[in-house]
């Protein structure tokens, strides 16, 4: 033992809290920076290029490993976003209000089929096709939301907009799982395999959003309806939900999306006051952005870009053309019907995850399917959120 | 000059501002715009129009000289509403003001006026956010309403004594059973309509101001009771908009009974001492409700403004079997003798949830469900 042992080995790794740190103080930079030229642009873009820039991909400052270690950070940010997406769907609403519905489950079914169909006219196999088109109807729900928040959006647009999102995601994640049926089918695993799998992940994971949401419910209603106290309690559940879901291989993001939706509708005494996560969802959505930035590969892009704008102009037509079809239905005008339509453009970037953690076992198809959905991203992450923010400022919902 | 259009006497109507709330924490939201959009696909006669900022929208009746009828208008145009809002997802509220609203979170609706209101008054026209039920009496010409209107400010603390139902805002409990009023005070051109005998006096007033172009139109005075000559009646404004509807046309019921009552006794005059007590007997209405004191500026007496509800009530009874108001008059006295008010339902909401959220929630539910 040295007289100076207390001091460090120099260390070879930034550690996940360092490297958080590191991420949120760039984002923060990068996005100002990128304001102060381009105003009209969303903070969500700038921090989404600011991770292209310090990603793999650009400079390495982050590389691949680290954004492997601090996936627990992104998950919990993603889960305060599921979760606040199903706080926010009022399904007494959709229930009675039809159009809102049809619209948001034709919407889907039709992007679905049609995507499915150009993407096997293009020559890419039928299963990843489906898949690939599965994860077309999930429009990005931590970027409509944040980009409601931003804007400080309200309205018909923005309410409906984020209830399309919750059934397009929903169905994206049924139909996404069927198809990881078929895939332990085509690699020929045992069949209690290929059956089992989608079963456990979709039961599974709305079985322990529902359990949260109980737990919310009775230890909420013995605390009061003290604001903070119950912040900090939905905080903490969240937390575990997140936790639990990475335990048993659950979709902790599907888990948090039940959860709160369940607590609402479970909650028939309103024992919960509407928990306001703003300040803490600001943070993460730093993170969040940035780590989706840090991922996105420049190369499938070169590889595939006609397939990838194929898809996005077929997304982008259905999504418009059908939501001003039905903007009656919706009791809504013809314009801002179209608006709503082209602000459903950004695409889920996390789908990526579902994908890389759903297919790992079969890393040749797993590559396949990601690097198309990579390409796909890359062109909607940046322009997503600048085609949502102008549709809610053309709608005048947006308070700027 | 103003044109003073004579209507039929003791002819009514009211006009209601409503509070538009999402249903997720019951905050206010913008929505007229979306609301009345639904509205006017169906056909129908009702006057409904959007108010100084988005998440107001106000619904006036048509003449009535029964209240009943004005009771089934007004109920009919409640289902209007609750279709079209149930449809967006919207709630809606009565109150006199939002118990937890930002008033720097509110849009001003996009018209020229509210526009030019706003650049006037800045802050103030945001905090105008607040929701009032305005009463209008039809007067023979503009002589009766300038008497009506002076007759009337002795009684206008029950009036805002049996309506108070703003006792939140911005978030805190205010202490008041109206706060809705004070933020009225703000403005330069509020308060009462000066002490003139008549309605060629009122002009020379109107004419002068209008010279000094202080005022442009009567739009521009913010008075608690005003004549309102495009209409042919006086307007009383100091009523918070009430939880419900049947307390609305109770209150329009009475106004038009002391009406009934004033245009009878030829021999009662307006007083000036009158608005001596005024703001004192205003201010103790606001505070404390029907609690409050009420100092009569004639003989000196004091008495609760319960007390003298109830007698004014005695005193309007002929009155009222003549004009068929009788159940409106009986639904305010047991009002007024059990001491409950608006505000005193919205304050145990408070207690026995302790969320601001959910008594907004019941507020709403309470407007919508009736």
Same mark, same amino acid.
């Given at each position: ?31 100002? #920076? ?14 989404? #290029?600011?991770?292209? $820039? ?128 078929a895939v332990h089918m085509e690699y020929q695993t045992d069949w209690g395999s290929y059956l089992f799998h989608p079963f456990y992940l979709l039961l599974g994971s709305v079985l322990l959003g529902g359990v949260m949401s109980r737990l919310l419910l009775w230890i909420g209603r013995w605390l009061g309806r003290d604001s903070q106290t119950q912040l900090i309690l939905v905080l903490a559940l969240i937390a575990a939900t997140v936790g639990i879901g990475a335990m048993f291989n659950l979709s902790a993001l599907i888990a948090l999306l039940c959860f709160g939706i369940a ?52 997304? #982008? ?54 690097? #198309? ?26 308070? $700027? | 000059?103003? *044109? ?26 913008? +929505? ?26 106000e619904i006036a009746t048509s003449v009535h000289s029964d209240h009943h009828a004005m009771l089934a208008e007004l109920k009919e145009m409640r289902s209007l509403l609750v279709a079209a809002a149930d449809k967006l997802n919207l709630g809606l509220a009565g109150g006199g003001a939002h118990p937890f609203q930002h008033w720097e979170d509110q849009r001003i609706y996009p018209t020229d006026r509210y526009k030019l209101v706003s650049e006037l008054y800045g802050y103030l026209a945001k905090q105008f956010t607040v929701y009032g039920q305005h009463i209008h009496i039809g &007067? ?30 911005? +978030? ?10 004070? %933020? ?15 309605? *060629? ?84 209405? &606001?505070?404390? +409700? ?9 003989? +000196? ?25 009788? @159940? ?9 003798? %059990?001491?409950?008010? @608006?505000?005193?339902?919205?304050? *145990? ?22």
């Amino acid at each position: 033992m040295t007289a100076h042992s207390f001091l460090p080995a120099w260390p070879h790794a930034l550690n996940v809290l360092t490297a958080t740190g590191i991420i949120l103080v760039v984002g923060l930079l990068g996005a100002h #920076l990128l304001r102060r030229f381009l105003p009209q642009v969303p903070a969500i873009t700038g921090y989404i #290029l600011t991770g292209m $820039l310090i990603g793999p991909a650009g400079l390495n400052l982050v590389n691949v490993s680290l954004l492997d270690d601090i996936s627990l950070v992104v998950d919990l940010s993603l889960g305060l976003v599921l979760f606040e997406l199903g706080r926010r769907v009022d399904y007494k609403w959709l229930l009675r209000e039809r159009g809102l519905l049809i619209t948001g489950v034709a919407l889907s079914t039709l992007m679905y089929f049609a995507l499915l169909f150009l993407l096997t006219r293009l020559g890419i196999d039928a299963l990843i096709a489906s898949m690939v088109a599965a994860l077309g109807m999930a429009t990005s729900p931590a970027v409509i939301l944040n980009v409601v928040r931003e804007v400080r959006a309200e309205g018909q647009v923005s309410e409906r907009m984020l209830n399309i999102v919750v059934i397009g995601n929903a169905l994206a994640f049924i139909v996404f799982s069927m198809g990881l049926a078929a895939v332990h089918m085509e690699y020929q695993t045992d069949w209690g395999s290929y059956l089992f799998h989608p079963f456990y992940l979709l039961l599974g994971s709305v079985l322990l959003g529902g359990v949260m949401s109980r737990l919310l419910l009775w230890i909420g209603r013995w605390l009061g309806r003290d604001s903070q106290t119950q912040l900090i309690l939905v905080l903490a559940l969240i937390a575990a939900t997140v936790g639990i879901g990475a335990m048993f291989n659950l979709s902790a993001l599907i888990a948090l999306l039940c959860f709160g939706i369940a607590s609402r509708i479970s909650d028939a005494r309103h024992a919960i006051v509407e928990p306001d996560l703003s300040p803490y969802t600001s943070l993460f959505y730093v993170a969040l952005f940035v780590f989706a930035g840090a991922n996105l590969q420049l190369s499938y892009l070169l590889m595939l870009w006609p397939v990838a704008l194929a898809f996005i102009a077929l997304r #982008l037509v259905i999504a418009v053309g059908l939501s001003t079809g039905l903007a009656h239905l919706n009791g809504i005008t013809y314009r801002k019907g179209a608006l709503l339509g082209f602000g459903l453009t950004p695409l889920s970037g996390f789908n990526i995850l579902m994908v890389q953690h759903a297919v790992g076992d079969y890393p040749q198809f797993g590559a396949q399917l990601s690097a #198309l959905v990579v390409a796909i991203l890359i062109i909607l992450e940046i322009l997503g959120p600048i085609c949502t923010r102008a549709a809610l400022v053309a709608s005048g919902e947006a308070k $700027l | 000059m103003l *044109e003073f259009n004579n209507s039929i006497p003791l002819t009514m109507g009211v006009e209601l501002e409503l509070q538009i709330v999402n249903r997720r924490d019951y905050n206010l939201t913008r +929505g007229s715009d979306d609301l009345l959009r639904v509205i006017n696909k169906t056909e129908h006669d009702y006057d409904i129009k959007p108010e100084i900022t988005e998440s107001m929208i106000e619904i006036a009746t048509s003449v009535h000289s029964d209240h009943h009828a004005m009771l089934a208008e007004l109920k009919e145009m409640r289902s209007l509403l609750v279709a079209a809002a149930d449809k967006l997802n919207l709630g809606l509220a009565g109150g006199g003001a939002h118990p937890f609203q930002h008033w720097e979170d509110q849009r001003i609706y996009p018209t020229d006026r509210y526009k030019l209101v706003s650049e006037l008054y800045g802050y103030l026209a945001k905090q105008f956010t607040v929701y009032g039920q305005h009463i209008h009496i039809g &007067c023979a010409n503009g002589d009766e309403a300038i008497r009506l209107a002076h007759l009337l400010a002795r009684h206008i603390p029950h009036f805002i004594a049996l309506s108070a139902s703003s006792p939140y805002y911005q +978030g805190v409990d205010t202490s008041f059973q109206s706060s809705r009023l004070t %933020s009225i005070n703000a403005f330069p051109l509020s308060g009462t309509m000066p002490f003139v005998p008549d309605w *060629e006096a009122f002009n020379a007033y109107f004419n002068k101001m209008a010279q000094l172009k202080i005022v442009a139109s009567m739009k521009d005075f913010y008075w608690d009771i005003r004549p309102k000559p495009e209409y042919g009646t006086v307007e009383i404004r100091v009523c918070d908009t009430p939880l419900a509807i049947e307390t609305a046309v109770a209150l329009g019921a009475y106004a038009q009974t002391l009406a009934a009552y004033f245009f009878a006794q030829r021999e009662l005059q307006p007083l000036q001492t009158t608005y001596l007590t005024y703001t004192y007997n205003r201010f103790q209405a &606001c505070r404390f +409700g029907l609690a409050g004191t009420l100092i009569d500026s004639e003989g +000196g007496s004091q008495s609760t403004i319960q007390e003298d509800i109830l007698r004014t009530l005695n005193m309007l009874k002929d009155a009222a079997d003549d004009l068929g108001t009788t @159940d409106a008059i009986e639904q305010l006295r047991a009002r007024a003798a %059990s001491g409950h008010s @608006d505000a005193g339902w919205l304050r *145990e909401c408070y207690e026995k949830s302790g969320s601001l959220n959910d008594v907004v929630r019941q507020q709403s539910a309470a407007w919508m469900t009736q």
